[in-house]
């Protein structure tokens, strides 16, 4: 079973940010948080990890909180191509690359 | 450069047909996947090959054989399907360093229709 829990659906205006919220309360210490996107019929893409700290790339921010038991993907002005399942993963990275899907949360970006 | 490229984009194929799915990387990675994606559902992992030998195999029948002819190619052998295999099917690679930055880059899928 996946070892996350992710809203179903999530709409967001177009410009907005979105934030979209991950809870994995079972998490353990050498587990990082991944995000993965996934546009309709398309392959996975990267979007962003973390272990602890907040991280930001060009794509995104992550916010884990201290207790590490949840975070959230923060997708600061949304545009209409982010449209698409978001995966969060939990994962060891010195296992052997077991990406062990969710659910995942359907966002729908509106104009 | 984080291209994983997959070929075919669609494959229809009889159930007495074989027929193989290839993938290709050339960003050094030294860890490879395949994975299966039913419509609706996530992604689900078959196999794993880390520096060209398999090293997880997730319980998946024999009808599904995995190759790996060296470090950036790796085929799917598919023979004697079933109707219930029909699928996405997607390749991934990381740099198989096990560290934090393993991270996994999907190719665009193979789309296959079992008749």
């Known amino acids: 079973d996946a070892k996350t829990t992710q809203p179903p659906s999530m709409d967001c205006a177009e410009g907005r940010a979105a934030n979209l919220p991950c809870n994995h309360s079972?998490?353990?210490?050498?587990?990082?948080v991944y995000w993965y996107r996934q546009i309709h019929s398309q392959g996975p893409q990267y979007i962003i990890h973390?272990?602890?700290n907040n991280e930001t790339n060009e794509m995104a921010s992550l916010i884990i909180t201290e207790d590490r038991k949840s975070s959230t993907l923060i997708l600061p002005h949304a545009t209409l191509r982010d449209t698409a399942v978001y995966y969060c993963?939990?994962?060891?990275?010195?296992?052997?690359?077991?990406?062990?899907f969710g659910a995942g949360t359907q966002v729908v970006v509106t104009p | 450069d984080t291209e994983v490229t997959q070929t075919p984009k669609h494959l229809v194929m009889g159930m007495t047909n074989k027929k193989s799915l290839k993938c290709e990387q050339h960003m050094g990675h030294r860890a490879m996947y395949w994975y299966k994606q039913k419509a609706k559902k996530p992604p689900e992992l078959m196999f794993v090959y880390s520096y060209e030998k398999l090293s997880i195999n997730e319980s998946v029948p024999s009808r599904f054989s995995p190759e790996c002819p060296n470090s950036s190619l790796l085929n799917l052998h598919l023979h004697a399907l079933q109707p219930e295999d029909s699928a996405l099917y997607l390749c991934?690679?990381?740099?198989?360093?096990?560290?934090?930055?393993?991270?996994?880059?999907f190719g665009p899928g193979t789309r296959l229709t079992v008749l």
């Open positions: 991934a690679s990381s740099d198989g360093l096990r560290t934090s930055t393993d991270t996994q880059y």
């Open positions: 973390g272990l602890k």
């Open positions: 079972t998490i353990s210490g050498n587990e990082y």
């Open positions: 993963i939990v994962h060891i990275t010195d296992s052997w690359g077991k990406l062990q």
